[in-house]
Nanobody, 124 residues
Framework: VQLQASGGGLVQPGGSLRLSCAVSAFTLDYYNVGWFRQAPGKGRESIAC????????YYANFVKGRFTISGDNAKNTVYLQMNNLQPDDTAVYYC??????????????????WGKGTQVTVSS
């Protein structure tokens, strides 16, 4: 399984970005895919997850209402739409895949495969 995140960049506070995670073929059929982020000097935290079964989504409380995760099986891509970005959202964002059944955002210990990160910087 391979994952590649893209779409990061510099955005002003209040702005939006859409991150993409390109995954190997059939990954979305068998793996849950989640987004994590890691800010400088902080641990990696889980943001959102979409399940393999039918696309159930889960979000961390701190992004509910601002971020939306979605998947496109035909394009083998998972997206993270991020709205109303704030400086605290500045981090390297990673996508990851996990097998099994999940009922919440992914934990670090759930992850089977990581993609390389993409930098998101929110600054005026």
């Amino acid at each position: 399984v391979q994952l590649q995140a893209s779409g990061g960049g510099l955005v002003q506070p209040g702005g939006s970005l859409r991150l993409s995670c390109a995954v190997s073929a059939f990954t979305l059929d068998y793996y849950n895919v989640g987004w994590f982020r890691q800010a400088p000097g902080k641990g990696r935290e889980s943001i959102a997850c979409i399940t393999s079964s039918g696309g159930t989504t889960y979000y961390a409380n701190f992004v509910k209402g601002r971020f939306t995760i979605s998947g496109d099986n035909a394009k083998n891509t998972v997206y993270l739409q991020m709205n109303n970005l704030q400086p605290d959202d500045t981090a390297v964002y990673y996508c990851a895949a996990a097998a099994g059944v999940v009922f919440t955002v992914l934990h670090l210990s759930d992850v089977d495969y990581w993609g390389k990160g993409t930098q998101v910087t929110v600054s005026s």
